[in-house]
């Protein structure tokens, strides 16, 4: 059944994909971009670069959230170097929430990107002039894809890697269909009307403030959209402590904003695009606690087979090979049953963290991954 029911939601995701083909925006240096920082001494710099090499881009605005190592150093030199189309600012923490809202008091644009310190833009590409051709024909807020960097990367972000990009694709293709609007505008690839953004602030109530503003957004009225045509490439994590650290902050915060955003879970948004998501974890929760008590009375090699069923290698290797096709990494397709880790992950997390987040309100702190150096290949 749930075999069915994916191969429905790719087919909908490809009839969508072939019927609404939109061209890019040709509004060059059009669109400000507000780029958060705190503790980003590794990466900043090249951030900055290719975001000003963007020729979607006029300004980018990157605010220093208080950080404790050379964030603030770098920034410096950047500005030194960048002169007027890098505005710099410096505060004191307030998280990436705070962040967020005092860049837009620099904005001068009609429209802003809002993007991650860790994440690359490829600035050849004309991803953002996708996402403001959306902008342009009625969108308020638009979301892209936010794939892996695998620039100077480890094995756990090639495994990330091997269906991430396309699941991510199908799904929000899938949830802007049937529940009107993607589940979330990520942090790392999001653009918004300037207007829309100052009416609607991000807030720093949860540790998850795109998902809270996303769903504020829909529950408003406002003309929320998922762009498939623009993909950046934020940093994976390297350890699986780093792992658990985002995934129990991500896994919480949905958690958190179920509680918080009640009354819009028997909406179409809430009955096509949240309730789907935890249905899902209940559902698998539920299979692999069945499925492992039976196996374990049928021999040592049993879990082995629960883990690694062979409709779910076939599935996860078809993923994989859009995934290795557009890394142009073919190493991406054995690696790709693999990502059964990240389903095991989200399962501990949710029995450990997630549900007491949803009976509770409660989030534990905001915990940030290790970045590394990357270069552009």
Known sequence: MKSLLFAAM??????????????PSARLHSVDVILPAYNEEVCLEASIANLLANPYVDRVICVNDG????????????????????????????????ALMHGLEHARTAQVF???ADTFVPPDEKGLGYLLAEIETGADAVGGIPSSN???AGMLPYIRATVKLPMIAIKRTFQQ?????PFIISGACGMFRTDVLRENPFSDRTKVEDLDLTWTLVARGYRVRHCNQCIVFPQECNSIVDEWKRWRRWIVGFAVCMRLHAPLLFSRFGLFSILPMFAVILIGLAAYSTTMARASSHGALAPLFVFFPLIWVAIVSGIASISALHHRKLALVPLAPFAIIYVL???AIWTVHGAKGLFTGREPARDKPTRYNYVVE
Not at 69 to 83: N, V, Y
Request: glycine share 10%.
């Open 10 to 23: 790719c087919v909908m995701a490809l009839s969508y994909l072939v019927l609404r083909r939109r061209t």
């Open 67 to 98: 950080s404790t190592d050379r964030t603030q150093e770098i920034l410096a030199w950047c500005k030194s170097k960048w002169g007027d189309r890098l505005i710099a600012v410096n505060q004191a923490n307030t998280g990436k929430g705070g």
């Open 114 to 116: 809002l993007t991650d």
């Open 150 to 152: 695998l620039m100077n």
């Open 177 to 181: 269909l049937t529940g009107g609007a």
């Open 345 to 347: 992950l989200s399962y």
